[in-house]
């Protein structure tokens, strides 16, 4: 299964994310650990695609993504990039699985 990766910028900041899997499909939002980097999970998204469709952010200030301006509450502000990222894909109003590790 093919993973899609995307970006949004919040504030000065872009935030990498990826998806993988059918759109129609409930929607599961896979949060890596910290300090964990999302790619080295990259081979569990095709098989929870199989049956979710997958958004996978990368934690701003890791890898790609660029550090928020200000970290005030670093998992507040994660939630507020998670229901950006929701809110992009048009999925801010459906029931979403939140999968973390």
């Known amino acids: 299964m093919e993973i899609f990766e995307r970006s949004i910028q919040i504030e000065v900041a872009t935030i990498f994310y990826q998806t993988c899997g059918t759109k129609g499909n409930p929607p599961l939002l896979f949060l890596h650990g910290w300090p964990g980097y999302l790619l080295e999970k990259t081979n569990i998204l095709p098989?929870?695609?199989?049956h979710f469709y997958v958004?996978?952010?990368?934690h701003p200030g890791l890898r790609k993504s660029d550090p928020l301006?200000?970290?005030t509450n670093i998992f507040e502000q994660y939630a507020d990039v998670a229901a950006a990222i929701l809110l992009k894909e048009k999925l801010l109003e459906q029931r979403v699985i939140v999968m973390g590790q």
């Open 47 to 50: 098989t929870l695609a199989k």
């Open 55 to 58: 958004i996978a952010p990368v």
């Open 69 to 71: 301006s200000q970290y």
